[in-house]
C-alpha cells in the first residue's frame, strides 16, 4: 500500500498564495506521476496538474500562469504552488499518486485531501 499525506492548506484572501505539498511512503516501487486535484460540493474532482517521473507537466486551464507543480523525487514528495488565488479556487484538494508497488502492478493512490479556502 501507499500511503499520502498532505499538508499546507487553509484560509488565504483573494490574490494570496499557498503551498501545498503530499509526500508518499509505503510499498513503492516506482511512481509513474503525482498531481494534484480538487473538488466542491456537488461538482466531479477536476486535475488541477500533474508531473510525471521525467518532469513533464499538465496544468488545468484554470491552473496555467498562476500555479506551479513540482516534484522531489528522491523524497517522493509532490508540492503545488498556488499564486493569485481567487474564490473560485476555494475546495477540497486531493494529491494523487500512480505508482507501481512492484513490477508489474500499478495504481492510484488518494490523499485525504486538504481544504483551500480564499476569503477575505
Known amino acids: 500500500q501507499v500511503q499520502l499525506v498532505e499538508s499546507g492548506g487553509g484560509l488565504v484572501q483573494p490574490g494570496g498564495s499557498l503551498r501545498l505539498s503530499c509526500a508518499a511512503s509505503?510499498?513503492?516501487?516506482?511512481?509513474?506521476?503525482m498531481g494534484w486535484f480538487r473538488q466542491t460540493p456537488g461538482k466531479e474532482r477536476e486535475l488541477v496538474a500533474t508531473i510525471n517521473a521525467g518532469g513533464g507537466r499538465n496544468y488545468a486551464d484554470f491552473a496555467k500562469g498562476r500555479f506551479t507543480i513540482s516534484r522531489d523525487n528522491a523524497m517522493n514528495t509532490v508540492y503545488l504552488q498556488m499564486n493569485s488565488l481567487n474564490s473560485e479556487d476555494t475546495a477540497v484538494y486531493y494529491c494523487?499518486?500512480?505508482?507501481?508497488?512492484?513490477?508489474?502492478?500499478?495504481?492510484?493512490?488518494w490523499g485525504q485531501g486538504t481544504q483551500v479556502t480564499v476569503s477575505s
Open positions: 509505503g510499498s513503492i516501487f516506482r511512481i509513474i506521476a
Open positions: 494523487n499518486t500512480r505508482a507501481y508497488s512492484d513490477p508489474k502492478s500499478w495504481a492510484d493512490y
